[in-house]
């Protein structure tokens, strides 16, 4: 404590003076012993009486102004002692436990590892525990808030002055105020929920996670006897997990920490969770060495869920066998949309992605008869580019999908999705094999087109063979003249005229549908962009 080193200084002050002041005086008396003894020789005595100088006149004694001529003793000034120079201010991390539960600050926010500036305010080239408590209230709570004794006990905290306390410095228990802290220090400050001193100290291993929201994590819970000299760390398995809200412990439903003091933990909105626990371990008290209940003191660790990053991906649709039309008139053939996380839930999906291209090449309202797009709460699309039949297909990167809400989307992903034309859904998805293609003019190219039953649950790939190859333009299928695929599905072609050029196809392959019937099977248009040059 503070006071008690000012106590000290002082006392060596005092004697230092003393030291000083009583030099002149034994120097005096070694002076005189060389005059005569009055005991010895009663003429000198009598003659020493009678001048009124015997050896124990005060004045004398003192150093008068003869002792002053004669030996040149007069007492000298005590030197100044030197000042210490102030400790830089420090910045250092501060947590308040309030019975179990992380305090509030001033402005309604948890007091948990808020940054503290501590000041050498006394000037002794240190910084203390008492020095970052008068910080920390004065910064979170209110300057009365704390107070301190002589001794360098706590009596007053966070406003509290039961005397129920008790403080850490990195994990560690301190022996009173006067302890030094430095920049970096994480202090934990307790009130006690026990009145008798058995709270039990608990941290996790992370004071913080980012992670985007809905992604699960892990975080462990340990601790050990507040009090004891020579603690011993141990999982606190079975304490209830929740969060902190407004200086109030919220339990998570069915969520505590496991034998091994781990806890599995996601939140499926994007946000700041202040993360806590609250319960009893049953502990051995090391003074009485008797097993008790034993409350914890509150961790925490500040979870930032995040929103999925914006990502760019590719859309086509296919409408009754020819690639749709956008808003502006051109085809809706590998279009790039840029995809949101609209409810924050940590994940981007086709729903999602469905919403950002109709808003971008049609039109997307909220409100379903205004909008080309909608879909229900299990993730069905009831409407699509306008159409609102219900009978839709969507495949990711050629893979079929049930569910717009639940299905995932990524950076670079291609997203199909098809009005078919058969009443019965028993529309074939087909592919090229190459979806951009650069060549100069009357060169010829080659393309693959291949594709499988679009309900498949297992599908496999077979070439499309004997449908027409065409192109695109405004919304409608142009055949090219002699442009059939091959019974291996490849198709030659050569554009005479520079240009762009949507490469598509049309027409229909017999197949076993999901019933096991014979079909006829209209092709889902597929889409290669040809850029002619000289």
Not at 10 to 28: K, N, W, Y
Not at 466 to 477: A, I
């Amino acid at each position: 404590m503070k006071t008690r080193v000012k106590a000290k200084a002082l006392s060596l002050v005092m004697a230092a003076i003393m030291v000083f002041t009583m030099t002149p005086s034994v120097a005096f008396a070694a002076e005189q012993a060389e005059t005569p003894d009055p005991a010895e020789n009663p003429a000198v005595s009598e003659e020493a009486d009678k001048a009124g100088t015997t050896s124990t006149d005060d004045e004398s004694l003192a150093g008068g102004e003869d002792a002053v001529d004669r030996g040149n003793m007069a007492p000298q000034p005590a030197a100044a002692p030197a000042k210490a120079k102030a400790a830089p201010n420090a910045k250092i991390k501060v947590t308040i436990n309030n019975k179990g539960v992380i305090a509030k600050t001033n402005k309604g926010k948890p007091m948990a590892r808020q940054t503290v500036t501590v000041v050498d305010l006394d000037r002794d080239g240190k910084l203390t525990v008492d020095e970052a408590f008068i910080a920390t209230h004065k910064a979170y709570n209110n300057e009365d808030g704390y107070a301190s004794n002589e001794d360098g006990w706590i009596t007053k905290l966070w406003g509290d002055d039961s005397g129920n306390f008790w403080t850490f410095v990195n994990d560690k228990g301190i022996q009173g105020a006067g302890d030094e802290v430095k920049k970096g220090d994480h202090m934990y400050a307790s009130i006690f929920a026990d009145p008798m001193f058995n709270d039990w100290y608990t941290t996790f291993n992370k004071s913080s996670v980012s992670i985007l929201a809905s992604r699960e994590f892990t975080l462990n819970l340990r601790g050990f006897y507040g009090t004891s000299e020579n603690p011993e760390w141990a999982p606190a398995a079975g304490i209830q997990i929740g969060t902190w809200s407004n200086g109030e412990f919220k339990p998570l439903k069915d969520v505590k920490t496991d034998e091994n003091g781990n806890v599995k933990l996601k939140f499926t909105k994007a946000g700041t969770y202040y993360v806590t626990a609250k319960g009893i371990v049953r502990g051995v008290n090391p003074w009485s060495e008797k097993e008790v209940d034993c409350p914890t003191m509150a961790p925490m660790c500040v979870v930032t869920a995040k929103a999925a990053p914006n990502a760019k991906i590719k859309v086509t649709i296919n409408n009754k066998g020819v690639i749709a039309k956008t808003k502006k008139g051109n085809a809706m053939a590998r279009r790039t949309v840029t995809v949101k996380d609209l409810n924050k839930d940590g994940r981007l999906t086709v729903h999602e992605a469905f919403i950002a291209a109709h808003k971008g090449y049609n039109r997307y309202s909220t409100t379903a008869s205004k909008s080309g797009y909608a879909s229900n709460k299990d993730g069905f699309i009831q409407k699509l580019w306008g159409n609102n039949s219900g009978n839709f297909l969507t495949y990711i990167n050629g893979k079929g999908i049930w569910s717009t809400h639940d299905t995932i989307i990524k950076k670079g992903n291609h997203l199909y999705a098809s009005i078919n034309k058969d009443k019965g859904g028993n529309d074939w998805y087909t592919t090229f094999n190459k979806s951009y293609v650069k060549v100069k003019r009357k060169r010829t190219f080659t393309l693959n087109l291949k594709g499988f039953y679009g309900m498949s649950v297992n599908p496999k790939a077979a070439p499309v063979v004997k449908v027409q190859v065409g192109t695109w333009s405004k919304g409608k299928f142009k055949r090219i003249r002699g442009a059939k695929t091959d019974a291996k599905g490849n198709v030659k072609l050569k554009f005479k005229y520079r240009g762009t050029y949507y490469v598509t196809a049309k027409g229909y392959v017999t197949d076993k549908n999901w019933e096991g019937k014979t079909v006829k099977c209209p092709i889902m248009a597929p889409a290669c962009k040809v850029k002619v040059t000289k």
